[in-house]
C-alpha cells in the first residue's frame, strides 16, 4: 500500500506539473479526486486492511491528498492568471468612444414650482405642514366659517364620496385652506406654515382641471397685522418671479375665513400680445389672502383675543404657466413626454430660484 500511495503521488506530481492547460488539468483531478478516481479508490480499500495498517495508511494517504489538491490549486492559479494576462496584453478599451446617450427624466414644472415656493418660504422660516385628500366636511368647510347653507359652498363644486352609517360625510378636499384647521388644532400658537398639495373640483375646461395644486399659508402670533401679510407676500412674489421691482397690490375681495381678506395682484404690461412682468401698466391676479377671521380661530381652539395673523391661498399651476410661459393648463396632465422635454428641469439643473433668494 505504501508503495502504491509513493508512486501514485510521483506520478500525480509529474502530470500537474507538466500539464498546459485549465481542461486537462481538471481531467487530472476527476482522475485522482473524483468519485472513481485513483486516490479515491485507495481509499476505498483501505477497508480491506487489519487496524493497524489502515490507520498508518490512512494518514499517509490524507497527507498525500492534501498536498495533491494545493498543487493542483496552485497551478489552476497559474492558468488563471495566465488568461488574464493574456487578454490584457491583447484587448484594449477605447476610451475615446462617445457614451450613449441615456434619458434622466425630467422633474415635471408642478414639482419645480413646489419646491421653488418651498425654498422661499423656508428661508423665510415658515414650516411645512400637510392634511388629508380626502377630508371632512367641517375642516374643509364648518371650521373655515362656511356653515351648510352658506353660498360659497355651491362655489366649490366639491365632489363627495359616499357616506357610511354613523361617519362624518367625506369629501375630496376643494382647497388646502383645512390644514390651516387640522394645524391650529394640533398644536399651540404661533404658528408659521405653508401647505402644498393637491386640491379637487368637479370642473374642467380650459382653466380649469379638476385636479390642481395650491400652496397654503398661515401666519398667527401675538401682535401679526396686515402688514406683515404686505411685506410677506410682496417679498414672496419678488423672489419667486426673480423681479426685484416687481409691483404688488391688494384689492378688497371676500373669503369667509378671513376678514378682511384681499386679492394680491402683480404689476404687468400686454404689449402687442407679450405678457411681461413688471411695471403698473396693467395688472394680474395671483393669490388670495386675508386676516384669518376670529371664528376660524375660535372653531380650531385658538384664543382669538390674544391671537391673530394672515393666511393666503397660491395656484399652483397658474404661478408656473407665468414664470415659465405654459399656455395651456391642461397640459401639466396631459402625460405627454415630449411636453416634459420640453417644459420639464434636469434633475441636475442649477435652480434658477437659488439666485433669488440669497440676500
Ligand atoms: N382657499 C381659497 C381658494 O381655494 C384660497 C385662499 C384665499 C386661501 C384666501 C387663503 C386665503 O388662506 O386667506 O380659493
Known amino acids: ?25 481538471e481531467a487530472i483531478r476527476v482522475a485522482t479526486l473524483g468519485k472513481k478516481g485513483r486516490l479515491t479508490l485507495l481509499m476505498k480499500s483501505l477497508s480491506n486492511l487489519s487496524d493497524d495498517e489502515r490507520r ?97 359652498r355651491q362655489m366649490h363644486d366639491t365632489f363627495y364620496l ?17 390644514v390651516q384647521i387640522r394645524t391650529m388644532i394640533g398644536g399651540c400658537p404661533p404658528f408659521r406654515i405653508i401647505a402644498p398639495g393637491r386640491t379637487y373640483r368637479h370642473d374642467y375646461d380650459m382653466t380649469h382641471t379638476p385636479m390642481f395644486h395650491q400652496i397654503e399659508g398661515l401666519v398667527i402670533d401675538d401682535g401679526t397685522h396686515f402688514g406683515h401679510l404686505k411685506g410677506c407676500l410682496a417679498d414672496f412674489v419678488r423672489l419667486f418671479f426673480e423681479v426685484d421691482d416687481l409691483n404688488v397690490r391688494f384689492r378688497p375681495s371676500y373669503f369667509p375665513f378671513t376678514e378682511p381678506s384681499a386679492e394680491m395682484d402683480i404689476g404687468c404690461s400686454r404689449k402687442s400680445g407679450q405678457l411681461r412682468l413688471g411695471g403698473d401698466e396693467d395688472w394680474m391676479e395671483i393669490l388670495g389672502c386675508g386676516m384669518v377671521h376670529p371664528r376660524v380661530l375660535q372653531a380650531s381652539g385658538v384664543d382669538s383675543h390674544r391671537f391673530q395673523g394672515f393666511a393666503f391661498g397660491v395656484g399652483v399651476e397658474r404661478a408656473a404657466m407665468l414664470k415659465y410661459g405654459i399656455p395651456d393648463l391642461r397640459s401639466f396632465f396631459d402625460s405627454d413626454i415630449r411636453w416634459l422635454k420640453h417644459y420639464g428641469f434636469g434633475s441636475l439643473d442649477i435652480p434658477s430660484f437659488l439666485s433669488g433668494v440669497t440676500r
Open 1 to 25: 500500500m505504501q508503495h502504491e500511495l509513493s508512486s501514485l503521488r510521483e506520478t500525480v506530481v509529474s502530470e500537474v506539473e507538466s500539464v498546459s492547460n485549465l481542461t486537462d488539468l
Open 56 to 152: 498508518s495508511a490512512g494518514t499517509i494517504l490524507n497527507k498525500i491528498k492534501n498536498e495533491i489538491i494545493a498543487l493542483i490549486d496552485v497551478r489552476k492559479t497559474q492558468f488563471e492568471l495566465e488568461v488574464i494576462n493574456l487578454k490584457l496584453a491583447e484587448e484594449s478599451i477605447d476610451v475615446t468612444l462617445p457614451s450613449r446617450i441615456r434619458s434622466k427624466g425630467f422633474i415635471h414644472p408642478i414639482s419645480q414650482v413646489i419646491e421653488e415656493m418651498i425654498t422661499i418660504f423656508g428661508e423665510m422660516n415658515f414650516e411645512i405642514a400637510s392634511g388629508p385628500e380626502i377630508e371632512e366636511d367641517f375642516y374643509n368647510f364648518t371650521a373655515l366659517n362656511i356653515p351648510p347653507e352658506h353660498p360659497a
Open 162 to 178: 359616499t357616506k357610511r352609517e354613523g361617519s362624518e360625510q367625506k369629501l375630496l378636499r376643494t382647497h388646502t385652506s383645512p
